[in-house]
């Protein structure tokens, strides 16, 4: 065997050309202590505050305290395999997490790891989970509408592209149900949706997620879970996490609607931590900082300027009360926090008002600006008009004996409340909506039994898209009820009155 002198030289002179010297300086600490999903690090001087940092086993972790000998450290994953003396290194990197459209339609943790059992999230993007908020230099105005397609809410306390609108209420009383009628009523939109699960039950996760991919949402939605088994450092991430995700469509000039359901579930796992990092407690042994931990995160849901490509972020918060006790520590901060809330009361739920909603407490600080103009004119002074019909209802209790007028106005009153009764997964268009709302604040219900009102708005709606589309096309594409509109509407309600009046005789003879 010949040795090729000059090929061997040519090949030696090529890598030393092509030698490029990589030493990798990283500083390296040692473990102290670990425990219940946190490790206090020696070493680590030059660390900061929120840099990831990279465990012996591969497991990671953020700097959360910054001490004078030592480091806080939550570790993001399973904190068991981790012992005391293991190596622990800096990354000089800030937690990021996978962004883009490959994120859409799956559901993953909120390191963006899979969970779904489709393989891994294909994107290269990536976004920093603790971001600045857009300055008020670079917002408008929400002015937008976002239809959530339940009618209590686009009528009542409507919510624009860019709002932060609280849903609040004890358990058990539909807060989620209303987000998911929101996300199904995204379809065929340019929105995209993300849903945060905090501390949920997996077997309810799982049938959210079921429904999602039922009704065809999953193609648009995010599933982030952090659930009631994750440790408490992914729980209090998880709402960041989610926010870096669908930041990523806002600034892209899209539309991106997010739900942390719920914040409560959020606030303990971040006290948890403080506690167990010795921080020091206020009330309730939250910390101090924990109104800063939910405005930095809802500020960040915003409607940007054209300027900056005229994108949004609607947020969706949901906190659970204990007994309706709407002044609590961490409700009082979100209601001072958001554009609004929507209270949930048990005792409507239980008496069959679906969704459970409390006009009186229930507002949006956006109004009628985020309402389509055809809405703005049907259900304007619809708010007032229940809120005072719930006082007159809880006076009749009194057995007090009532004028015409009065009793007219309680008849009324019944009957639109029943008109805002709406059944799970339900979401209705809001031309369909404008539509049913005239009739009940024009009185064209009056005169039927309350027990007949869904029956009317079911067949009704019909007829108006079997005979009558050209008014439903007309207010879709002007978004507004003119005088001729109006007109070819009252002829149409007047028609299908007299077919309803036959067929209620009819079958009150077959009775």
């Given amino acids: ?67 004078e000998n030592s480091l806080g450290v939550i570790i993001l994953g399973d904190w068991l395999e981790i012992q005391e003396g293991d190596e622990v290194r800096s990354t000089g990197q800030l937690l990021s997490v996978p962004v883009g459209e490959a994120v859409l339609g799956r559901v993953i943790d909120p390191l963006g790891n899979p969970l779904d059992g489709l393989g891994p999230v294909r994107t290269t993007a990536r976004r920093l989970v603790e971001s600045p908020a857009p300055g008020v230099a670079e917002r408008q105005p929400v002015k937008e509408p976002l239809q959530t397609g339940i009618k209590a809410i686009d009528s009542m306390t409507p919510i624009g592209r860019g709002q932060r609108e609280l849903i609040i209420g004890d358990r058990k009383t539909g807060k989620t149900s209303i987000c998911i009628d929101t996300i199904i009523n995204q379809k065929g939109t340019d929105v995209k949706c993300f849903y945060v699960a905090i501390g949920q039950k997996e077997s309810n996760v799982a049938y959210l997620i079921d429904v999602l991919r039922r009704f065809g949402a999953m193609e648009y939605t995010t599933v982030i879970v952090a659930g009631a088994s994750d440790p408490a450092p992914l729980q209090y991430i998880a709402p960041y996490a989610g926010c870096a995700m669908a930041e990523y469509f806002m600034y892209k000039g899209g539309h991106a609607l997010v739900i942390y359901d719920d914040l409560l579930r959020q606030a303990q796992a971040y006290r948890q931590l403080s506690l167990l990092m010795r921080r020091p407690p206020g009330r309730e042994a939250y910390p101090g900082d924990i109104f800063y931990c939910h405005s930095r995160l809802l500020e960040r849901a915003a409607k940007l300027s054209d300027e900056l490509g005229g994108g949004s972020l609607t947020a969706l918060p949901i906190v ?29 739920f239980f008496a069959g008002q679906r969704p459970a909603m409390n006009v009186g407490i229930s507002v949006s600080r956006v109004g009628g ?12 002074g619809l708010r007032l008009d229940l809120a005072a019909f719930r006082e007159l209802e809880a006076f009749t209790q009194l057995r007090t004996e009532l004028d015409a007028v009065t009793q007219a106005r309680l008849e009324r009153g019944y009957r639109m409340t029943e008109l805002l009764k709406q059944g799970l997964f339900q979401p209705m268009h809001v031309t369909d909506q404008v539509l049913v709302l005239y009739a009940g604040t024009h009185g064209w219900l009056d005169k039927y039994p309350v027990s007949e009102v869904s029956r009317w708005e079911k067949e009704f709606l019909e007829f108006i898209r079997q005979s009558k589309d ?29 077919q309803f009046q036959e067929k209620l005789s009819a079958s009150a003879i077959r009775v």
């Fill in 470 to 498: 050209s008014i439903w096309q007309r207010i879709t594409e002007t978004q507004d009820l003119d005088d001729e509109t109006e007109k070819q509407l009252i002829e149409a309600f007047r028609e299908f009155d007299q």
């Fill in 369 to 380: 600006k985020a309402q389509i103009p055809a809405m703005k004119k049907v259900a304007g």
């Fill in 320 to 348: 659970e009360t204990l007994e309706g006790e709407v002044a609590a520590y961490i409700p009082t901060n979100l209601i001072s926090i958001t554009d609004g809330q929507i209270y949930l009361q048990p005792d409507l």
């Fill in 1 to 67: 065997m010949r040795f090729r002198v000059d090929e061997i030289a040519s090949v030696i002179q090529q890598e030393i050309e092509q030698y490029e010297s990589r030493i990798d300086v990283r500083e390296v600490g040692r473990v102290l202590e670990v425990g219940d999903g946190i490790a206090r690090v020696y070493g680590l001087s030059g660390v900061m505050s929120g840099e990831m940092v990279e465990f012996e086993n591969g497991a990671s972790g953020v700097a959360f305290n910054l001490e």
